[in-house]
């Protein structure tokens, strides 16, 4: 049997990977997949909750964390490659403004 | 036996996610996501979540990841990035924030927070409790998530449409 703190530390360190993600990368496709990465470790810490108190409850929750990040990519990778066809770069720095 | 396989998949998990931050290319990096998904997969597993391994198997790295290689080919977009560098001091101050954030989370996660540990009972996280709940006590959010994947629809569709709009004229 696993401690549940050690699925808690795993999903810290991967958040903490995520974070690092959005702060250090420019790619505005990196930075989308460590937005992601962030998604998945919460995932991973509410369902090591939910095994250690036996409820479903915290599963359905990251069921639906699933279908929204899910609705999420599709509507961001849009957005992205809208983007890239008026401004011809994925980089965070140089998408300044808010019209197009 | 068990903390054999979870150490070993926790290891490819935060292997695959440090490749993913530090890889040039945007296409390596998608991989080693993909890599970091199957082993979350695998933990899922480890917590007697079948349902949500399957889940997290099709949908991200199944689709949220063939959705990403797809963008990062069309776009050709592989290796534009830091030819100079422009973030200077930020850089040192982000991994400052980042350890920072991780000690905080240990301290107060693992230090002070009275954990709840793992159950004995095993079924629990089988398809048909979870489905039990979905459809009864949770059948108002999941028909509501039918209504954000409509969304997410028609403003992927109205994206393409103003990008036909500018092309054209």
């Known amino acids: ?100 | 036996m068990e903390l054999v396989i979870f150490g070993i998949t926790a290891i490819v998990a935060v292997i695959g996610a440090l490749a993913m931050l530090l890889s040039r290319n945007a296409v390596h990096s998608a991989l080693f996501l993909l890599l970091n998904f199957s082993a979350i997969a695998v933990l899922y597993l480890l917590l007697r979540a079948p349902f949500l391994f399957a889940i997290q198997l099709i949908i991200y790295a199944g689709a949220i990841i063939v959705l990403f290689l797809f963008v990062v080919m069309l776009l050709g977009a592989e290796q534009v990035e830091e030819e100079r560098d422009t973030l200077g001091w930020q850089r040192p101050v982000a991994i400052i924030m980042g350890v920072l954030l991780l000690a905080e989370v240990f301290v107060v996660g693992l230090g002070g927070a009275n954990l709840p540990q793992a159950g004995q009972q095993t079924d629990f996280g089988s398809p048909e409790r979870v489905a039990e709940a979905l459809f009864t006590t949770y059948l108002l959010p999941f028909e509501v998530t039918s209504i954000i994947i409509l969304a997410a629809i028609i403003g992927v569709v109205v994206l393409h449409l103003q990008e036909k709009r500018q092309a054209s004229e």
Request: cysteine-free; aromatic content about 8%; proline content about 1%.
């Open chain 1, 1 to 100: 049997m696993i401690p549940t703190g050690y699925y808690i530390a795993l999903a810290a360190v991967l958040f903490t990977i995520g974070v690092l993600g959005v702060l250090i990368r420019r790619n505005a496709l990196i930075v989308f997949m460590s937005v992601e990465l962030m998604l998945n470790s919460a995932n991973l810490a509410l369902v090591a909750f939910a095994n250690a108190r036996q409820d479903t409850a915290g599963q359905i929750l990251v069921f639906f964390v699933i279908v929204v990040a899910a609705a999420e990519v599709a509507v961001g990778l849009a957005l992205l490659v809208t983007i890239f066809r008026t401004k011809r770069t994925t980089s965070v720095d140089e998408i300044n403004l808010l019209r197009g």
